[in-house]
T-cell receptor, first 109, second 114 residues
């Protein structure tokens, strides 16, 4: 079966660092995506990993370990506007993209 | 232009109505997608078009009928929907099916079936 797991909710403080984990079991693997979704809005693309290792993009970094079926999204210097849901999504062998249930991140001042 | 547009923004329809959702992009993307999203749930893939051909149909009921008239346009025709079909319908596009930069999502159409 196909399964993508991520924590339901997390809370962090403005200016801090937070790591959101994602584990997956899918039929084949052709890349892992992270999206940000604010309430009532469409998802916006944050990062893509297809090879093992860390991809850095400004305050956001994403890591992938294919052998462990594991990824994380690291957010640094948190800002209030980072309060949103963060969706981990995996593209399988058949090119279907499956989303995890999302992690709601709350930022406290 | 790095935008995916969707019309209408909101739609209320009865169970006997026929309506269509429209999606447009002018980024030269050759893969286009329809997703359904219920409140506090992740998007669920419905259909994928690649080079204007239907590539993936996730066993969606026939009351939803997709159409890709050209590389910039994607429609979703709706007929005899049920109240449980009420949701946010998201259109997305990417350069091609295995693009590395992810999908660009439109703002969605919020559909209510009465």
């Amino acid at each position: 079966g196909q399964n993508i797991d991520q924590p339901t909710e997390m809370t962090a403080t403005e200016g801090a660092i937070v790591q959101i984990n994602c584990t997956y079991q899918t039929s084949g693997f052709n890349g892992l995506f992270w999206y940000q979704q604010h309430a009532g809005e469409a998802p916006t693309f944050l990062s893509y990993n297809v090879l093992d290792g860390l991809e850095e993009k400004g305050r956001f970094s994403s890591f992938l370990s294919r052998s462990k079926g594991y990824s994380y999204l690291l957010l640094k210097e948190l800002q209030m506007k980072d309060s949103a849901s963060y969706l981990c999504a995996v593209r399988g062998r058949d090119d279907k993209i499956i989303f995890g249930k999302g992690t709601r991140l709350h930022i406290l001042p | 232009d790095t935008e995916v547009t969707q019309t209408p923004k909101h739609l209320v329809m009865g169970m006997t109505n026929k309506k269509s959702l429209k999606c447009e992009q002018h980024m030269g993307h050759r893969a286009m997608y329809w997703y359904k999203q219920k409140a506090k749930k992740p998007p669920e893939l419905m259909f994928v078009y690649s080079y204007e051909k239907l590539s993936i149909n996730e066993s969606v009921p026939s009351r939803f009928s997709p159409e890709c008239p050209n590389s910039s346009l994607l429609n979703l025709h709706l007929h005899a929907l049920q109240p449980e079909d009420s949701a946010l319908y998201l259109c997305a596009s990417s350069h091609y099916l295995r693009a590395a930069e992810g999908q660009y999502f439109g703002p969605g159409t919020r559909l209510t079936v009465t």
